[in-house]
């Protein structure tokens, strides 16, 4: 099990590098990246010229702690974040799904930031 284990990550890891090689985020265009995990969601948004996080949301916070790590909560968590990013007028992000498999929670919180209005 745990060789099964390392090896996923190992895989998840090349995707991941192989991703960044390709995608930066600028001060116009930020990079919008998200993680997950069996107990939370997270999704950052990064200026990568400056080295900067321009926003933020996570399962953890306290005001969102009621949302769980599935495809509805991860719907939930996108259209929030989708909002904090209209509120700090950025319209547009670059999506880096961080080496995750581009279905599921994932392809849910990309949705939920679309619906917020968010283009990428």
């Known amino acids: 099990m745990l060789r099964k284990m390392i090896e996923k990550d190992r895989k998840r890891f090349k995707r991941k ?11 116009e265009r930020p990079r919008m990246t998200v993680t997950r995990s069996n107990r ?15 926003a933020s949301a996570s399962t953890l916070e306290a005001e969102l702690k009621a949302i ?16 904090r990013l209209l509120e700090k007028n950025i319209k547009t992000v670059v999506f880096d799904r961080n080496g995750y498999l ?3 929670v994932v ?14």
């Open 102 to 104: 581009y279905h599921g």
């Open 17 to 27: 590098t192989h991703i960044r090689k390709l995608i930066s985020g600028t001060a």
């Open 107 to 120: 392809k849910a919180m990309a949705d939920g930031v679309r619906k917020a209005g968010i283009q990428f």
């Open 40 to 54: 939370a969601l997270y999704m950052q948004v990064i200026d990568d010229s400056k080295g900067h996080t321009l």
């Open 68 to 83: 769980k790590p599935t495809v509805e909560g991860g719907a939930q968590l996108g259209e929030i974040m989708g909002k």
